[in-house]
């Protein structure tokens, strides 16, 4: 027989050495993410999947699943949170929506439409960060950066090739590359790399795709996170 | 360079795990982690550059920047600031002709703040070239400057600069009964190791840096751990300002935690331990190595220790300047040469913490309090304390009071008690366990140590009637803001946030509102955060807000908003380029406020 786990009241089987949000996946679950991605190691940093197990906070991407956990995902008290985790991801870098090329791809904008963010909250950093076009087919805006490391882990995991860190303390942190030069020309970077592509902002971008798709027909401009993120990575957990 | 590097390196047998004693010496040669240097090491290494410079920008005592051939580094800590620490920095700069956070034009010093420095007791401190600097007022400053100018290196300075007390004012339990070397260990093995664990068990002992965990219960974890290579580690980067009683312990009673230490080696079967010494203590270094070597040399450390029953020994590690690296699983991280980011648990360091093997991270305290208990027996400790807080702690006493120091209490003492000892009189209140800790006030004097009321990791700093509630919130404010590591979104943005908030707020610029605005941040760090760091970083000003809600108040604009900056100052750029100075030229911000 397996083991369940309660998900907002509902029984969800998982097997052991799932974490919480394998778990919830794999049954349909929708817990919002943004550092999460399947088939690489959890990073547990972006809070946004943070749901309280029988009574106390963890984060689902991380949190093996065990027997006998009362899980609580779509409470009104955590999506509050997870709104204004995700306005300070807003905040801190300059993130401007309606001019980024990533715009309706984006999961950063694609899950703050989904925790219903009408604003930005907080007062703005106004961080001053720079851009590094130096590679002829990627482009880095450390403007959107968000620190999910998902370029990092891409890169070390899947790429075999270590071009990407998060480097410097607290507020301070940010993205750099494995080159003397410091920018991303001289990296062994390609555009086919999944670094390159996995970005969930739109701080990573291939050059010269921007509008092939025009905005409105874009991934999140018809459907929820949520449909297309269980959609994509069900099988990817399953 | 090169050369430099290659040596540098082949000293440490080319370990990754030693990227902070290289870049430490790095930085020491050339005072800042050249751009070469950093490419070098990633060359001789085998690692990633970007690892390099993950830590050189992650460690606060490394700099990409060339700093001064003095580098002057003065405890920002809220004790410091009490002692006049201010005042006394703008003399210095004055002084040495050096803006703080600058390099003099000839490249000879450099002047910055630092986060506290532990000695609260002796200050106002800080640190010169990474050597601990006490007690400076104007007359030392004077003869700081005369010899930076001159530029007389640090070993002919005056040996009294650099004189560090241990001013232990009230000994209990434990430091009026230190052992002698090897005592605890022949206890263990005439008990034996396993009853020796039942007797650390019995006695109650409970982690001393602060979350209380029943160090029997983790000894044994670990020693069941399948995996048979095992570490030992002593947590001696005590960062919290006010805490200062781990340098006293190390500095007079460093045979017994290193007994300890070896202690838990035989019990859980450890072959290597490692002290990770906070960088600010780079002045007890070498006196801890030359113990080492006297414990090696007397069949207490190595192999073969008592006869061949124990093969085990203790390196020496430093720290370089992270408070985060006091999370237990930061420091492990540091201690494999990486930027101190607390990982994600489970598992937990006793399953997998140095180089994924299980490991056991105590307190200097537990593993001194640990190593007495192997000699007196468990009964003898739990016979102090409360029921649920067996033994005594260990108290590090700074702030408003006659005797500031080390003081030592069975658990159960009231804050009176101890008030009423280090000489404290009209006292506001109490910061207990550090900023991280509580503020309480003059209401709750009666209340006990112990887990069961105040918890604590050990330090007492005692405000009198004369400080200023908010000033205190604030300076511990933008501490965490400074040290917060930065992984997780609510940490790192958080703690700016609130830092903000709080400085919109004693600036004058606050408003209806912004103390909700302010109360909002401190819950959405406090509860969402990766680590203690975050989970504790709004405490100071969640337990002051409960306390003291009329100061807060009593700093807001009357008018129902204000912009978090000043509209008049902003208007400055403008009024230079047009040339004007006029009252039309002004804007009355605070009009509304004298309806």
Request: some cysteine.
């Amino acid at each position: 027989m397996s083991k369940t786990i309660t998900i907002d009241g509902k029984a969800i089987p998982f097997t052991e050495g799932q974490t919480i949000m394998e778990a919830a996946t794999a049954a349909d679950v929708y817990i919002p993410h943004l550092c999460h991605h399947p088939g690489y190691t959890p990073h547990g940093s972006c809070k946004l999947c943070n749901v309280r197990v029988n009574g106390r906070i963890c984060s689902a991407c991380t949190f093996p699943a065990a027997e006998g956990q009362d899980i609580q995902n779509h409470s009104e008290e955590l999506n509050a949170d997870r709104r204004r985790i995700t306005q300070m991801l807003f905040v801190e870098g300059n993130h401007l929506c309606p001019g980024c090329e990533k715009t309706g791809n984006c999961q950063l904008q694609a899950v703050a439409y989904h925790l219903n963010m009408l604003d930005n909250h907080f007062p703005h950093f106004y961080a001053k960060r720079n851009m590094d076009a130096s590679h002829p087919d990627v482009l880095i805006d450390h403007n959107r950066c968000i620190f999910c490391t998902l370029c990092v882990r891409a890169s070390r995991e899947k790429d075999g090739k270590d071009v990407f860190a998060i480097s410097g303390r607290g507020i301070n942190k940010h993205l750099i590359v494995n080159a003397e030069s410091g920018l991303l020309k001289d990296t062994d970077l390609e555009a086919t790399d999944q670094a390159a592509t996995i970005c969930p902002t739109g701080a990573i971008l291939i050059k010269r795709t921007g509008y092939t798709v025009p905005i409105g027909e874009r991934v999140y401009d018809h459907r929820e996170i949520d449909a297309v993120s269980l959609e994509e990575e069900r099988g990817e957990h399953g | 360079m090169r050369q430099f590097i290659q040596r540098l390196a082949a000293k440490h047998d080319f370990r990754p795990t030693h990227l902070l004693e290289m870049l430490r010496a790095v930085q020491a040669r050339y005072h800042h982690i050249p751009a070469d240097a950093a490419e070098l090491l990633a060359e001789v290494l085998r690692i990633p550059r970007t690892r390099i410079i993950d830590a050189t920008e992650f460690y606060s005592f490394f700099s990409t920047d060339p700093k001064g051939r003095y580098e002057l580094l003065i405890s920002d800590s809220i004790t410091d600031h009490m002692l006049g620490k201010q005042e006394l920095m703008a003399y210095l700069a004055g002084k040495l002709g050096v803006a703080v956070g600058e390099v003099r034009s000839d490249g000879v010093v450099s002047l910055d703040n630092t986060s506290c420095t532990g000695m609260c007791d002796q200050g106002p401190a800080g640190l010169v070239n990474g050597y601990a600097l006490t007690r400076l007022d104007r007359s030392r400053i004077d003869q700081i400057a005369e010899l930076i100018n001159g530029e007389i290196s640090l070993e002919e300075w005056p040996a009294e600069f650099f004189q560090v007390e241990d001013n232990i004012r009230r000994p209990g339990l434990l430091l009026d009964s230190p052992i002698a070397p090897g005592e605890a260990l022949k206890a263990a093995l005439a008990r034996g190791f396993k009853e020796t664990l039942i007797e650390i068990d019995k006695s109650g002992l409970r982690g001393r840096g602060g979350a209380g965990f029943k160090t029997a219960m983790k000894w044994r974890f670990c020693a069941e751990e399948p995996q048979t290579e095992r570490y030992v580690v002593c947590n001696a980067d005590e960062g919290e300002p006010g805490t200062f009683k781990d340098r006293v312990l190390l500095n007079s009673f460093a045979d017994q935690v290193f007994e300890g230490m070896t202690l838990c080696a035989a019990i859980i079967g450890a072959k290597q331990g490692f002290l990770y010494l906070r960088g600010e203590y780079l002045h007890l270094y070498d006196k801890l190595q030359a113990i080492l070597a006297e414990r090696r040399a007397a069949g207490l450390l190595g192999a073969g220790i008592l006869g061949g029953a124990v093969d085990f020994d203790i390196e020496i590690r430093l720290g370089a300047g992270a408070y985060i690296c006091g999370e237990e699983s930061a420091l492990i991280e540091s201690l494999e040469g990486k930027s101190g980011i607390p990982r994600n648990r489970p598992p937990y360091p006793v399953t997998s913490g140095y180089l994924g093997r299980p490991t056991v991270v105590n307190n200097v305290e537990t593993f001194f309090a640990a190593s007495a208990i192997a000699v007196h027996g468990g009964d003898w400790f739990a016979a102090s304390g409360t029921e649920k807080s067996q033994g005594s702690k260990i108290l590090s006493i700074s702030g408003d009071c006659a005797r500031p120091g080390i003081y030592e209490y069975p658990f159960g003492t009231t804050v009176r008690t101890i008030l009423d000892d280090c000489g404290a009189s009209d006292v506001l209140g109490v910061q207990v366990g550090g900023p991280s800790g509580t503020f309480i006030s003059d209401q709750e004097f009666d209340r006990k140590l112990a887990f069961e009321d105040l918890a604590t990791g050990g330090s007492f700093i005692v405000f009198n009637g004369n400080r200023d509630i908010l000033a205190i919130a604030h300076n511990f404010t933008h501490f965490f803001a400074h040290e917060s590591c930065g992984f997780c979104t609510p940490c790192r943005v958080g703690t700016s946030l609130l830092r903000n908030q709080l400085d919109k707020i004693t600036g004058g610029h606050g408003s209806a509102g912004d103390v909700v605005a302010l109360e909002e941040i401190c819950r959405l760090i406090k509860t969402n955060s990766h680590c203690g760091l975050g989970q504790t970083a709004a405490n100071p000003v969640l337990t002051t807000l409960e306390r003291y809600p009329e100061l807060y108040q009593s700093r807001l604009k009357k008018i129902s908003f204000e912009p978090g900056f000043d509209l008049d100052g902003a208007l400055e750029t403008a009024r230079r380029m047009a040339n004007r100075n006029d009252a039309a030229a002004h804007l009355q911000q605070t009009a509304a406020e004298h309806e």
